[in-house]
């Protein structure tokens, strides 16, 4: 069964240092998003992108937020300069159609300290 | 946007029957979805349901959509101790991305 790589899974930064996170999405798919889960709390969405752009975001994902598709098979999420509330699990999810069959990986705990 | 609403525990006694629920309120949705989380690890795609479907039966697993009340529940035969864990309804809105519940702790005792 195809899945949705992640790494690392767990990573512990210093507040203010950047984070890139890392997700190998399924290979045929085309459409890839990132959601977060602050402890004990929803999932909740950050972005999605498609066609090498970002086609939605939430009011979550601000400037110290970027994504990237620096290749045919990585997708990043860069943290610029953390901070002690984002640390979460992070989600990377991708999917062959737009609104159809949505394949989380495993997640990355990010923990700022 | 999308507001979907789950309650946050369940508990049952093992090989009960366990149903979650979950209301949402957007219902331009093409596929429903059921995830399941257990501890420390990410989120399982357990089953979904089409937006032009009432219901949709996976062996141990029944998925019941009413559209009218923007409802949909899991049901979950002859349940055991390896089904606890957090289950999320997820439903698409407008955008087609997803809109988690808070998640429902199911939690299966002997």
């Known amino acids: 069964e195809p899945e949705v790589t992640q790494t690392p899974s767990h990573q512990v930064t210093q507040m203010g240092q950047e984070v890139i996170l890392r997700c190998v999405p399924i290979?045929?798919?085309?459409?890839f998003y990132w959601y977060r889960q602050i402890l004990g709390q929803k999932v909740e969405f950050l972005v999605s992108?498609?066609?090498?752009?970002?086609?939605?975001k939430s009011e979550i994902f601000d400037d110290q937020f970027s994504v990237e598709r620096p290749d045919g098979s990585n997708f990043t999420l860069k943290i610029r300069s953390t901070k002690l509330e984002d640390s979460a699990m992070y989600f990377c999810?991708?999917?062959?159609?737009?609104?159809?069959?949505?394949?989380f990986g495993s997640g990355t705990r990010l923990t700022v300290v | 946007g999308e507001d979907v609403e789950q309650s946050l525990f369940l508990s049952v006694r093992e090989g009960d029957s366990s149903v979650i629920n979950c209301t949402y309120t957007d219902s331009s949705s093409t596929y429903l979805y059921w995830y399941k989380q257990e501890p420390g690890a990410g989120l399982q795609l357990l089953t979904y349901?089409?937006?032009?479907?009432d219901m949709k039966q996976d062996q141990r697993l029944t998925v019941l959509l009413n559209k009218k009340d923007k409802h949909l529940s899991l049901r979950i035969a002859d349940t055991q101790t390896g089904d606890s864990a957090i289950y999320f309804c997820?439903?698409?809105?407008?955008?087609?991305?997803?809109?988690f519940g808070r998640g429902t702790s199911l939690i299966v005792h002997p």
């Open positions: 999810a991708s999917s062959a159609r737009q609104g159809l069959g949505y394949t």
């Open positions: 997820a439903v698409p809105g407008g955008s087609y991305i997803p809109t």
């Open positions: 290979s045929n798919h085309l459409y």
């Open positions: 349901i089409f937006s032009n479907m």
């Open positions: 992108f498609y066609n090498n752009e970002i086609s939605e």
